[in-house]
């Protein structure tokens, strides 16, 4: 199965700092197929990026992904107060999909 | 407004068995996909099955496999996961989600809504 090694795992980051999460598979995702979601404590996962780099309905602009093969990233590029959370990417071009162990977006 | 509503979660003792259903609105249900995934306490997310929008092919992550049986019905939008031989490593949060798609190759979908999810605590 392909493993999604996340990175950081947890960092602290101030309100309107941009940050840079990565997400590295361990064979290459075909078609792009990588997704990110954002958990909240108590709350279900929400999808922000699919297809590597669309915007699901309803995202910021502020968030963006990007990548392709084995190294992908998402963007915030001005954090906001409500962008605290667990992220996570989740490969679904090979079977069986996989998730990230998640990065842990902390306020500094 | 899409919604998905988990219900069927609780206490279960070891190798005990399970139905967990999830009520779906807002979306044409037999067009899509559904998925499980999985969260145990403190920990990340993990896929557990996906049914086609049919309900012709399943699929199972390794770690549910023989164990778990996913099905739909179209008539009442509901997906039903029974989950048989229950260990400890199954007490998790599931979680219901409707995939973008109809089709899943193997199973794989990225997942656009989720349920707010139900307790499975596996335990004597």
């Known amino acids: 199965e392909t493993v999604l090694t996340q990175s950081p795992g947890t960092l602290s980051w101030s309100p309107g700092e941009r940050v840079t999460l990565s997400c590295r598979a361990s064979?290459?995702?075909?078609?792009?197929?990588l997704a990110w979601y954002q958990q909240k404590p108590g709350q279900a996962p929400r999808l922000l990026v699919y297809?590597?780099?669309s915007r699901a309905s309803g995202v910021p602009d502020r968030f963006s992904g990007s990548g392709s093969g084995t190294d992908f990233t998402l963007t915030i590029s001005r954090l906001e107060p409500e962008d605290f959370a667990v992220y996570y990417c989740?490969?679904?071009?090979?079977?069986?999909?996989?998730f990230g162990q998640g990065t842990k977006v902390e306020i500094k | 407004e899409v919604q998905l509503v988990e219900s069927g979660g609780g206490l279960i003792q070891p190798g005990g068995s399970l139905r967990l259903s999830c009520a779906a609105s807002?979306?044409?249900?037999?067009?899509?996909?559904m998925s499980w995934v999985r969260q145990a306490p403190g920990k990340g997310l993990e896929w557990v099955s996906t049914?086609?929008?049919?309900?012709?092919?399943?699929y199972f992550a390794d770690s549910v496999k023989g164990r778990f049986t996913l099905s739909r019905d179209i008539s009442s939008n509901t997906l039903h996961l029974q989950m048989n031989s229950l260990g400890a490593e199954d007490t998790a949060v599931y979680y219901c989600?409707?995939?973008?798609?109809?089709?899943?190759?193997?199973?794989?979908?990225?997942?656009?809504?989720w349920g707010q999810g139900t307790l499975v605590t596996v335990s004597s």
């Open positions: 989600a409707k995939s973008k798609k109809g089709y899943c190759s193997g199973g794989s979908c990225s997942l656009d809504y």
């Open positions: 807002g979306f044409s249900f037999g067009s899509y996909a």
């Open positions: 049914i086609s929008s049919s309900g012709d092919s399943t």
């Open positions: 064979q290459s995702v075909n078609n792009r197929y």
């Open positions: 297809g590597a780099s």
């Open positions: 989740q490969q679904y071009g090979n079977s069986p999909q996989t």
